[in-house]
């Protein structure tokens, strides 16, 4: 079968305001995934839930403003809107501090978001949004909605207190695609500090682990690995002057997934595009900058 050049992607999990010290920016991780594969030409839906108040509302008008449907995001009666809490170090890199019982907490797979998960492409997930278990039962659905050969896309988010180990175990078992990045795979291995170097032999102990085809491990500034097929391929970091990197992990996934589910490009330039526009997003402010002609790379995407 030929790839689709335009292919349902599902987003399933958190969507919030980000509050960083300059200001309010729409976010969670895999509505940022969302964002940049809407940015490379997929046709994407978020399976998520906004409050009925100020917040939720400016969410789907800018998601909307954006381009992006909004038909499979919940609006919720009984719970707020959610929204995290950032603080930057002086290198950029980010703190969470993350509001408990907020509407992402109770995402409802309705007869809109199934029905678009029997055609769907790919399915990305996240661990943060299966602190709850009706998320988890909601995920379950869509699991046993979508095709047989559907890409089920793991992106790891351990974020203290929400980082139950066994979950993980759990959702990594049901992937095609596992990303995290290299402090996440060294704990999830044997409650391990990150060490560079590491990188593959952790991947592939993690293929091995969970019985899946493709690992992808993210060193921050060292570079990025894929795991395919038992080939291992690295890209190095090229240095940026880091503006913070909130969703430069996001857009490194949606770059990746887009390459590899086109077929149009070898592993290795995925990975090479993907590890360059996570940096370009790390140079920006925010999980979503807008796309310009300056991106590295992008034409070729």
């Known amino acids: 079968m030929l790839p689709d050049p335009n292919p349902t992607i599902l987003c399933f999990g958190e969507i919030l305001w980000d509050f960083l010290p300059d200001g309010l920016y729409p976010g ?6 969302a964002y940049h594969l809407h ?9 998520s839930a906004v409050g009925r108040d100020l917040l939720g509302d400016e969410l789907l008008r800018r998601i909307k403003a954006w381009g992006l449907s909004t038909d499979t995001i919940t609006l919720h009666h009984g719970l707020p809107t959610g929204y995290v809490r950032a603080s930057l ?6 703190t969470y501090e993350i509001t408990p019982s907020v509407a992402w907490d109770q995402i409802t797979t309705n007869h809109d978001s199934l029905h678009v ?20 039962a909601a995920l379950d659905r869509l699991f046993d909605t979508l095709p047989a050969d559907a890409w089920r896309v793991f992106d790891v988010n351990l974020r203290p207190p929400h ?45 091995d682990r969970f019985g899946v085809g493709i690992v992808c491990v993210t060193a921050g500034a060292r570079g990025a690995g894929l795991l395919r097929n038992g080939q291992w391929y690295w890209e190095p ?22 390459g590899l589910i086109s077929g149009k490009l070898t592993d290795a330039e995925c990975l090479r595009h993907a590890t360059r526009l996570g940096e370009w997003v790390a140079s920006q402010r925010s999980a979503t900058p807008d796309y310009t002609a300056s991106i590295p790379e992008l034409s070729s995407l």
């Open 89 to 94: 170090s002086e290198t950029g890199d980010a």
């Open 237 to 258: 970091g090229r240095e940026v002057q880091v503006a913070d990197t909130v969703g430069a992990g996001d857009s490194f996934l949606a770059s990746l997934l887009s």
């Open 39 to 47: 940015r490379h030409g997929a046709d994407v839906k978020i399976v």
């Open 28 to 33: 969670g991780a895999p509505f940022n995934v």
């Open 163 to 207: 980082d139950d180990l066994s979950l993980v175990h759990e959702f990594a078992a049901k992937c095609t695609l596992l990303k995290l990045n290299a402090a996440e795979a060294a704990r999830l291995l044997d409650n391990a500090q990150e060490t560079a170097g590491r990188e593959e032999a952790d991947a592939r102990a993690l293929a």
């Open 117 to 136: 998960a029997m055609t769907s492409r790919a399915l990305v997930y996240g661990s943060l949004a299966q602190r709850s278990g009706f998320n988890r």
